[in-house]
């Protein structure tokens, strides 16, 4: 089955700064890669997703590169804002079924 | 608000107990998926309804089942709890033609003692 590693897992910057989140995978049937946002004690939120046909995709602060080659993936937020300290999982998933396995998500802490 | 909505919030019960959670996806949804959420096991997905029938299974032990019905709202039942069962669990709903686009309810915080 796809197993998916994130790193780092845990991220402190500064506000303003950019944060940077990596992920690898392991199947190379996955196609699908979604990225999620989880408040605390609250919902994971899909925030920006790609597909194994771009490589790279942007939606104002946050982008996200795909590498199918090396089978990575990042995600990264720019000009970080107190509000987007959260935890975050990427996943990887078959274009058919769409099921994802999540990374163990990486914790960003953004310092006003 | 994402439109699904999960009872209980919080459930409290004791190991070898039988417990039910219940799920209600956002309208017009008929794909409900179950995940867990645990320290140990990260995010995982359990299974997935779409219209009344399974889809897709995924880490789901034996002791855990589910259903769809016809109304589309989903129960997952867990029985013969464990310790390790202790988790959040997550009911997500998409629409047919965007599969990919899974909105999550707010979860049931299931507690074994």
């Known amino acids: 089955g796809e197993n998916v590693e994130q790193h780092p897992s845990t991220l402190s910057v500064q506000e303003g700064d950019s944060a940077v989140i990596k992920c690898t995978y392991s199947?190379?049937?996955?196609?699908?890669f979604p990225w999620y946002k989880q408040e605390l004690g609250k919902r994971p939120q899909l925030i920006i997703d790609?597909?194994?046909?771009?490589g790279e995709k942007k939606d104002q602060r946050i982008a996200v590169t795909l590498n199918k080659t090396a089978k990575h993936f990042s995600l990264h937020i720019t000009e970080t804002q107190p509000e987007d300290s959260a935890v975050y999982f990427c996943?990887?998933?078959?274009?058919?079924?769409?099921?994802?396995?999540f990374g163990r998500g990486t914790s960003l802490i953004v310092h006003p | 608000d994402s439109g699904v909505t999960q009872t209980p919030k919080h459930l409290i019960t004791a190991t070898g107990q039988r417990v039910t959670l219940r799920c209600s996806p956002r309208?017009?949804?008929?794909?409900v998926y179950w995940y867990q959420q645990s320290l140990d096991q990260g995010l995982q997905f359990l299974i997935q309804?779409?219209?009344?029938?399974?889809?897709a299974k995924g880490n789901i032990l034996e002791r855990f089942s589910a259903q769809q019905f016809p109304d589309l709202h989903s129960e997952l039942n867990l029985s013969s709890l464990e310790l390790g069962d202790s988790a959040l669990y997550f009911c997500?709903?998409?629409?047919?033609?965007?599969?990919?686009?899974?909105?999550f309810g707010p979860g049931t915080r299931l507690t074994v003692t």
């Open positions: 997500a709903s998409s629409v047919a033609n965007r599969p990919y686009e899974q909105y």
């Open positions: 199947d190379s049937a996955s196609n699908y």
């Open positions: 790609i597909r194994s046909n771009v």
């Open positions: 996943a990887a998933s078959p274009g058919g079924s769409y099921i994802p396995t």
């Open positions: 309208s017009g949804d008929l794909s």
């Open positions: 309804y779409y219209n009344g029938e399974e889809r």
